[in-house]
């Protein structure tokens, strides 16, 4: 399984086109509302276009009904639908049926109950993206720029993909990386000056962390096979 790097909560021209030049595998939009990254429809379509064929497009939604999810689909086209609500593992299946598009559902984490649901979820999406448990009084489930005990992953075994999300920067990609030997990272409050608010160089400076982590992944890899 090959490694992504994603950058996630674009809100403009000039920080999509930073992220893509310096080699984001995924680019996330984000539909909510609540959220200070959430675009609007109109911008949406300026900016997948922008994206098209450069990069996958994730469309982040959280608890969307079927008539949002159709309406970001149609602006963005999306290659990827980010489910970051508490959907149930029923309303992937049948969010993934209806349109026909691969699905990553969000698990958030904080203690190893939080893995519970792990496996039916795992059947039926396409990815997993493991995130920071929000607080209670949060009003909003992710981008809140904390971490949450990657060893909890240590072990896990998928057949899918598996990505590490929440509280990521620049500075602890690489040890994020090295204790989940996750097939992607997810970054968005970690490449902020503000809520909100991409920072060209952090996202240059996330992505080159990355990419060094999943070299050292790759070469712990080989080294232990010999």
């Known amino acids: 399984m090959s490694f992504a790097v994603k950058i996630c909560g674009l809100s403009t021209r000039e920080t999509l086109e930073v992220a893509l030049d310096a080699g984001a595998d995924m680019v996330g939009f984000v539909f909510f509302e609540a959220s200070p990254r959430h675009i609007s429809l109109g911008t949406a379509r300026e ?12 469309a982040l939604t959280v608890d969307a009904d079927d008539a949002s999810l159709e309406n970001c689909i149609e ?16 309303r992937v299946r049948d969010i993934k049926q209806k349109f026909g598009l691969p699905v990553m559902k969000v698990l958030p984490v904080a ?9 039916g979820y795992a059947a039926v999406a396409d990815r997993i993206l493991f995130d920071a448990r929000a607080p209670k009084d949060a009003t909003r489930p992710g981008g809140l720029g904390v971490p949450f005990d990657w060893h909890l992953l240590e072990n896990i075994k998928l057949a899918i993909p598996f990505m590490v999300g929440g509280g990521l920067n620049a500075g602890n990609v690489a040890e994020a990386v090295r204790v ?5 990272v997810d970054v968005s409050s970690g490449v902020e000056s503000a809520p909100g608010i991409k920072d060209p160089d952090m996202i240059r400076a996330f992505i080159r962390a990355a990419r060094e982590a999943e070299r050292a992944m790759t070469s712990s890899r080989i080294a232990s096979s010999v």
Do not use: M, W, Y
């Open 75 to 90: 602006a963005l086209q999306p290659g990827l639908l980010q489910l970051h609500g508490s959907e149930s593992i029923a």
């Open 180 to 184: 989940t030997h996750a097939n992607g």
């Open 111 to 119: 203690t190893a109950a939080d893995l519970a649901e792990l496996p």
């Open 47 to 58: 900016l997948g276009r922008l994206a098209k064929g450069r990069a996958v497009k994730a």
